[in-house]
T-cell receptor, first 109, second 121 residues
Framework: GQNIDQPTEMTATEGAIVQINCTYQ??????LFWYQQHAGEAPTFLSY????GLEEKGRFSSFLSRSKGYSYLLLKELQMKDSASYLC??????????FGSGTKLNVKP | AAGVIQSPRHLIKEKRETATLKCYPI?????VYWYQQGPGQDPQFLIS???????DKGSIPDRFSAQQFSDYHSELNMSSLELGDSALYFC????????????????????FGPGTRLTVL
């Protein structure tokens, strides 16, 4: 089966750094995606990791440890527009995504 | 760049009615996925198609059916609608590759459409 665990909600201040953790167990693994989703809108791609280590893309970075079944998304220089849900989505060998329940990030002034 | 198109964007139906949702994938994408997302919930995988054949099935009710046509667009048909079917329905498309390049581009990325909001009254 698939088990994905991430915090339900987090709050951070504008300009700060926040780390959203995700642990997962999947039968087969073909990479892990992070998606951002604003309320009522479609998920949009943020990052992808298939190898262990850190992938950096501007203000967003994502880390993966396959042996630990662990990933995190790091958001720097938080902006108000970063208030959204962040979905951790490991992918199995058949290209199927398993979405976590998402972490709702509230950015306050 | 062309994105995934879904229609309609909003749909209101009565209980026991039927609904058809349409999805037009990104050109040259060969795989289509359907997801259902209830209020405050994560997207739940319903079904996927690769090259017009059903490739995987998730938590899709028997009242729902889907297919992918020769032009790669897909339709999700929902019958005997229930109040609990009210949700956002997302379609996503991707380009599948047979191999895997370590450290390569994220070729398995699913691109999501804007969704269809279905309200069942």
């Amino acid at each position: 089966g698939q088990n994905i665990d991430q915090p339900t909600e987090m709050t951070a201040t504008e300009g700060a750094i926040v780390q959203i953790n995700c642990t997962y167990q999947t039968s087969g693994f073909n990479g892990l995606f992070w998606y951002q989703q604003h309320a009522g809108e479609a998920p949009t791609f943020l990052s992808y990791n298939v190898l262990d280590g850190l992938e950096e893309k501007g203000r967003f970075s994502s880390f993966l440890s396959r042996s630990k079944g662990y990933s995190y998304l790091l958001l720097k220089e938080l902006q108000m527009k970063d208030s959204a849900s962040y979905l951790c989505a490991p992918q199995d060998n058949f290209n199927k995504f398993y979405f976590g329940s998402g972490t709702k990030l509230n950015v306050k002034p | 760049a062309a994105g995934v198109i879904q229609s309609p964007r909003h749909l209101i139906k009565e209980k026991r009615e039927t609904a058809t949702l349409k999805c037009y994938p990104i050109p040259r994408h060969d795989t289509v996925y359907w997801y259902q997302q209830g209020p405050g919930q994560d997207p739940q995988f319903l079904i996927s198609f690769y090259e017009k054949m059903q490739s995987d099935k998730g938590s899709i009710p028997d009242r729902f059916s889907a297919q992918q046509f020769s032009d790669y667009h897909s339709e999700l048909n929902m019958s005997s609608l229930e109040l609990g079917d009210s949700a956002l329905y997302f379609c996503a498309s991707s380009l599948r590759t047979s191999g895997r390049v370590l450290g390569g581009p994220n070729y398995n990325e699913q691109f999501f459409g804007p969704g269809t909001r279905l309200t069942v009254l």
